[in-house]
């Protein structure tokens, strides 16, 4: 069956291909219709990574976070016109101790296999998550990233100790805002401290017990658990103040992407007892989590729309341009294609 895809055969370079695509007994065909950008398509599209990188990726379509409806589905499993989810990562084998999000042989949509910028997406049924009515369609755009940071959390809290009285934040952007929103619910009776270098986004967080700007800590602050979700290079820095102000045999999760190596002081690691969590990506069942979760907290989910950011809609090959280079220099917020090419 053939298939308009949107791939990037170089920086700042879309071309449309036709494909012929298998469908099988296990296949539900979904038009995309709410797509999400991501750091990692900034950086693909942008030319950002090692070219050798960029040689193995591309060409393929972008974006892995998004959403849209079944337009035909092969396997009885949905109703066409029901809204879904696309789960991004594509497991091909089961294992009983390794997550799939972990398994070296899954594929993961937008890094070295066909993202979401297609006119139809083909997908497997269990790669589907259906979104619930009280979720709006710009935030179950990006229902990705908040299953991401649901992961980072559940996976945290394998190796935590009973003491949660405090969980500590070190990370304003995005992905701290989402993972404040999910702590704050789901540890009503702790208390959520966020650090930030901006005053300005740590005005978002309202909602939180207190924020501080990441110099001007008091020094006595301690925290029970806390959670990287800085990035890049500002990870050094925030290890290096959670290592400081984090209690002894507390535990930190590290979920800030840092695409070079950084120095981690391992001598007070040690000293302290402090156990590391590392997470990447998410599967189904953190979908699942996280779509329940947006249904059952009202208020949480009233936080995510604030998240939204800039709104266009796609209907051309130049309108993709415009909105990369709008969403690259936006400082706040998701940013959400309605798709309509």
């Not at 189904?284 to 059952?296: A, H, Q, R, Y």
């Amino acid at each position: 069956m053939l298939n308009s895809v949107y791939r990037l055969v170089s920086p700042k370079q879309i071309e449309k291909v036709v494909v012929d695509e298998q469908v099988t007994g296990d296949t539900v065909i979904v038009r995309p219709t709410n797509l999400s950008i991501c750091h990692a398509d900034q950086r693909y599209f942008n030319g950002l990574r090692d070219k050798e990188i960029l040689n193995q990726k591309l060409p393929m379509a972008l974006i892995h976070e998004g959403m849209g409806e079944v337009v035909k589905d092969y396997s009885g499993e949905f109703e066409v016109g029901e809204r879904v989810i696309i789960v991004p990562n594509t497991p091909f084998e089961h294992d009983d101790i390794v997550q799939e999000n972990y398994l070296s042989t899954s594929k993961f949509r937008s890094s070295g296999y066909d993202g979401l910028m297609q006119e139809y997406v083909f997908a497997r049924k269990d790669r589907l998550v259906r979104v619930l009515p009280d979720v709006p369609s710009n935030v179950a755009a990006y229902t990705e990233l908040i299953s991401v940071a649901m992961h980072g959390i559940k996976r945290l809290e394998r190796v935590e100790n009973s003491d949660k009285k405090i969980f500590g934040v070190w990370g304003d952007g995005n992905l701290g805002y989402i993972v404040s929103i999910l702590l704050k619910s789901l540890y009503p009776n702790s208390k959520l401290y966020v650090f930030g270098k901006e005053e300005g986004k740590l005005e978002m967080f309202s909602f939180v017990d207190e924020t501080f700007t990441i110099d001007a800590i008091p020094e006595e602050l301690k925290v029970s658990n806390a959670l990287e979700c800085a990035g890049g290079k500002g990870s050094q820095y925030a290890l290096d103040q959670i290592i400081d102000h984090i209690k002894p045999q507390g535990s930190i999760a590290l979920m800030g992407v840092s695409e070079n190596p950084i120095e981690v002081r391992t001598r007070m690691i040690l000293e302290k007892g402090l156990t590391l969590s590392g997470s990447s990506r998410s599967g189904v069942e953190d979908f699942k989590d996280t779509i329940n979760f947006l249904s059952k907290y009202e208020t949480a989910r009233k936080r995510f729309e604030n998240l939204v950011g800039i709104e266009r809609k796609i209907t051309t090959i130049m309108d993709i341009y415009t909105f990369f280079e709008e969403d690259l220099a936006s400082s706040w917020g998701k940013s959400v294609m309605k798709w309509e090419i």
